[in-house]
């Protein structure tokens, strides 16, 4: 609906019982539109309100019965946007409303209206009037807390304003939800998940605009929140911190797109968990920092940051906490380098493929032989042979690890080959995943070391009191380990074939019932 020259605008009118216009798209740009005595409007992808620069847009939907439906809606994108919606019409978004995206003056004006959508991009200022917003998740210039005291359902009351008077209800309760969430829009705003909540979103973003700025912290444990993408700085300033206990996980984590600002946007994993589901993290601006003091990061494909104008780029540094490339073993790429000053690096190794986590950096890749720690993970078996787990291109490995974990477990012939740009793996044995004891073969002695733990807390993966998968939990998962590899490998000379047992006798044995039935419950 668009006039060119922009005046006199256009108008459409949707009236009456019966009137139904349905599209793919709308664009409302210097026009109007208007649905009203039962209209309907449908629209399968994106309605736009003031979508060219300089474009003027107005809709309103008004009276009981008048509906616009839209899969996506701009209020104002490029231009000025505004919606009204009147005396008991509806407005149904079923994902994402963006309103005064270029332009703040852009309005979604409530008398006696409704508006529902999954995610809510606005600034208080942008909902004017007396009405009802129902929206999943929000990123606004506010202070929101999802807590043990809020939950994820919450009503705030918006009337700073003259003559706003608001009811914003949120319920970020769906785990299906695929509205944004985060923090900053055009101004200040915050958000807090903690207590234990768990929240699902589309997009996060933190610092949307070119003034905002945005905080999210996710703390404690169990606190987790799912995001599809998530984006810290946009054009504006965005801090994440995760810290402890807290979760985040994302496919994909970019700090610092376009921002102005220096520093622009910083991620502080200091405790907690940073699963990027096989995914990548990059940063794309002068000043983003990622500051890895503590936690878990995890399931990593790539890892690179542009920290000038000319994109140069700068190495991945990690300061403490552990870093896992894999979910249970996988390869991340590291561009221009690595440098381990602290923490943990966990090289998860075997199974099915009989491979391990590799770090591939292009760069160099720089250990501090003080305070850190390679930890040598079992996930399943390893056949004799050399396997690669860190490798530079066109630049030294240098340093090593002070402590090494995991090692000894491997064999008496397992040795750590520190190259000029590479670090190796040697086992000249083949490892057996269950083989607890560690004499070469798996029987009664590595079931009883199951039995003797048998529905007991203990530390996690700690082999010698039976926990093969690491959970800090003995139970049936562990005894599935043992009993798969069963009179596997070679045993002692002293151990003779009538002291260990087939499988199922060993179940016999047990005494015990409902050992086949899975454990519900772990320890927190």
Request: hydrophobic share 35%.
């Amino acid at each position: 609906i668009d006039t060119p020259g922009y005046e006199p605008s256009s108008t459409a009118n949707v009236t009456g019982p019966g009137s139904v216009l349905n599209s793919r798209n709308l664009v409302v740009d210097t026009g109007t539109l208007n649905i009203e005595n039962q209209g309907r409007v449908n629209i399968s992808e994106t309605s736009y309100i003031g979508h060219d620069s300089s474009s003027i847009g107005v809709a309103t939907v008004t009276g009981a019965g008048s509906t616009w439906n839209s899969q996506q809606l701009f209020v104002g994108d490029e231009g000025l946007g505004t919606l009204n919606i009147e005396n008991a019409g509806v407005a149904n978004v079923l994902q994402d409303t963006w309103v005064g995206v270029d332009d703040p003056a852009s309005t979604i004006n409530l008398n006696n209206g409704v508006f529902n959508t999954s995610g809510l991009l606005a600034s208080p200022s942008n909902l004017r009037g007396t009405g009802t917003i129902n929206a999943a998740t929000a990123v606004s210039d506010m202070d929101l807390v999802f807590d043990s005291s809020t939950g994820l359902r919450q009503q705030l009351i918006l009337n700073t304003l003259p003559g706003q008077d608001v009811t914003l209800n949120l319920d970020a309760s769906s785990p299906d939800n695929q509205g944004a969430l985060g923090a900053g829009y055009q101004g200040t705003g915050t958000l807090t998940i903690k207590d234990d909540l768990s929240i699902s979103s589309g997009a996060g973003i933190i610092g949307y605009g070119w003034a905002a700025d945005g905080t999210v912290t996710v703390k404690g444990d169990g606190s987790t929140w799912k995001s599809d993408h998530l984006t810290v700085g946009h054009l504006g300033k965005g801090t994440l911190n995760i810290q402890d206990g807290g979760t985040v996980i994302t496919n994909q984590l970019v700090i610092g797109i376009w921002s102005s600002q220096t520093p622009s946007s910083t991620v502080n994993l200091a405790g907690g968990t940073l699963d990027l589901n096989g995914g990548s993290i990059t940063s794309e601006h002068t000043g983003s920092d990622f500051s890895f003091t503590g936690g878990e990061l995890k399931d990593v494909s790539h890892i690179s940051f542009a920290q000038t104008p000319s994109m140069d780029l700068t190495p991945f540094t990690q300061d403490g906490g552990t870093f896992s490339p894999g979910d249970p073993v996988g390869v991340t790429e590291i561009l221009r380098g690595y440098a381990v000053n602290g923490g943990t690096v966990r090289i998860d190794m075997g199974g099915a493929d009989n491979t391990t986590d590799q770090i591939m950096v292009l760069g160099g890749i720089d250990i501090n032989p003080v305070g850190t720690t390679l930890d040598l993970n079992a996930v399943g078996d390893l056949k004799a042979g050399v396997y690669l787990l860190m490798q530079t291109q066109g630049y030294p490995l240098t340093g090593n690890f002070q402590t090494v974990v995991g090692l000894q477990r491997l064999g008496d012939g397992a040795q750590l080959i520190y190259g000029a740009q590479t670090l190796h793996l040697l086992l000249t044995g083949d490892f057996l995943f269950a083989d607890l004891n560690q004499n070469g073969s798996v029987g009664i002695d590595d079931l009883n070391i199951v039995l003797d733990h048998w529905n007991q807390n203990v530390t996690p993966g700690d082999i010698l009191a039976g926990d093969l998968n690491h959970d800090g939990f003995v139970g049936i998962d562990d005894l599935t380990a043992v009993l798969g590899q069963w009179n596997q490998g070679t045993p002692p000379a002293v151990e003779s074939l009538a002291s260990v047992p087939e499988p199922t006798c060993a179940l016999c044995m047990m005494g015990l019932t409902g050992l086949s039935c899975r454990r519900t419950t772990r320890p927190a």
